[in-house]
């Protein structure tokens, strides 16, 4: 049966990494819980209703035996967005939302394999279910947890999606093995992170990270964390692309350097891109929610709602010194939820 499973989602949907393992308690249930204790998943108040779905999925559905679980690369970009982004924006949301695309392949996979076995349950999750997804590709045998928390695997680094489905078949697959943890002494992720993030090695404290500031959150940053989002629009890659894993895929593959790779605090940018850069915050600053939203649809983007990308333009605006834009600024003191950040974005400017 593996086989088929195998071929079915390699072969037909082209996705990386596949595998199928009976379904047992995550192994890192209790990092998970004692994280929740820490209070470091900041608003993200789901992830604490998610613990004993995650701790236990037959809670979700008894009839759970076993899971599918994928993985696919998202660099070099596979679904590019069709809205061009001249901000810094994070290498997956570079993609269309994978949310969708992704999980319409799972759906097509599933749909074969009710096919096959009509009496047999198959759910798919995206990212966004009470699944403690790294831990089941983890036992997969698709990474390690690195030093950044993200999974990363010898061949293929870290720049990748992970997603699975939860079945009522038996796995078969032959055993696994895990993969060995192979940061060894490396600590370039926890040292490159602008705002100390990874607190220790494999623990995100995730209201510090970029990319919960700029995406996740629903207020503005705190005072102290401004300064350093530098000028990240939307989601953050340091700890990925400084990770000697991914430069070897970067190598290996031939993968160009670019803005999408760099790993220094501002992009370095031409004239002619300052501009772009530019005119694309002055359309950001200026839409209404609403066609921001339409212009977003299908994009990641669109998670951050038009107060988060106008939080975040405000933002990179400051670190960036776009005067030019200050005009735009100042139309948003008269926003009681930009307020705030508007004025300080204003000092920083003429500061
Ligand atoms: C909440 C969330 C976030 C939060 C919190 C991040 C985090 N690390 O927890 C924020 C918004 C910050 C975030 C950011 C990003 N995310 Co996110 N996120 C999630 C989500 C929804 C839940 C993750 C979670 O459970 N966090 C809770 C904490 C406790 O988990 P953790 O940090 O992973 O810690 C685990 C390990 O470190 C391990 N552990 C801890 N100590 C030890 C010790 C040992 C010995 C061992 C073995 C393990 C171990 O156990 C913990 C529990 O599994 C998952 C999807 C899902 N449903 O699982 C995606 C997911 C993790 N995110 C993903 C991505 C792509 C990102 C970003 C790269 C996006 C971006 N470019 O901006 C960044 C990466 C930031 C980072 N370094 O983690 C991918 C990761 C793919 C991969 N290759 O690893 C996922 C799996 C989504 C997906 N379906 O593809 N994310």
């Not at 660099?75 to 695309?101: C, G, S």
């Not at 939080?311 to 930009?338: F, G, Q």
């Not at 307020?339 to 300080?344: G, T, V």
């Amino acid at each position: 049966m593996f086989s088929e499973i195998q071929s079915l989602f390699q072969q037909n949907l082209k996705l990386d990494q596949v595998s199928h393992i009976p379904l047992k308690q995550p192994m890192t249930i209790e990092f998970y819980q004692k994280w929740l204790a820490n209070d470091y998943h900041g608003t993200m108040k789901y992830l604490l209703d998610h613990l004993e779905l995650k701790r236990s999925p037959q809670n979700i559905n008894s009839q759970f035996r076993s899971v599918i679980t994928v993985t696919q690369s998202y660099f070099p970009t596979i679904e590019k967005t069709d809205v061009a982004l001249p901000a810094r924006v994070a290498m997956y949301a570079q993609n269309k939302d994978y949310h969708f695309w992704l999980k319409d392949k799972l759906i097509k996979g599933i749909s074969a394999l009710q096919n096959q076995y009509p009496g047999d349950i198959f759910v798919p999750y995206v990212d966004s279910g009470p699944i403690l997804e790294k831990d089941y590709a983890y036992q997969a045998g698709h990474g390690w947890f690195g030093k950044n928390s993200c999974l990363i695997h010898p061949k293929k680094g870290s720049l990748f999606f992970v997603a699975e489905i939860l079945s009522s078949l038996d796995a078969n697959t032959p055993a696994l093995t895990l993969l060995p943890d192979m940061c060894g002494t490396c600590t370039r992720c926890m040292d490159i992170c602008p705002t100390q993030a990874i607190v220790k090695p494999k623990v995100i404290k995730a209201d510090q990270c970029i990319s919960y500031l700029t995406i996740e959150s629903k207020t503005v940053p705190p005072l102290e964390l401004r300064s350093k989002i530098n000028d990240w629009f939307f989601g953050c890659d340091l700890c990925q692309t400084i990770c000697p894993w991914n430069e070897k895929v970067f190598r290996t593959e031939k993968i160009p350097t670019t803005h999408l790779t760099s790993t220094s605090d501002f992009l370095d940018l031409s004239e002619s891109e300052k501009q772009d850069l530019i005119e694309f915050y002055r359309m950001i600053l200026t839409s209404s929610n609403k066609q921001l939203q339409k212009l977003f649809q299908g994009t990641a983007l669109d998670r951050a709602h038009g107060f988060g990308l106008k939080r975040n333009a405000l933002v990179v605006i400051a670190n960036r010194k776009i005067t030019d834009l200050i005009p735009e600024v100042s139309v948003l003191l008269k926003d009681p939820k930009l307020e705030e950040l508007a004025d300080w974005a204003l000092k920083e400017l003429i500061s």
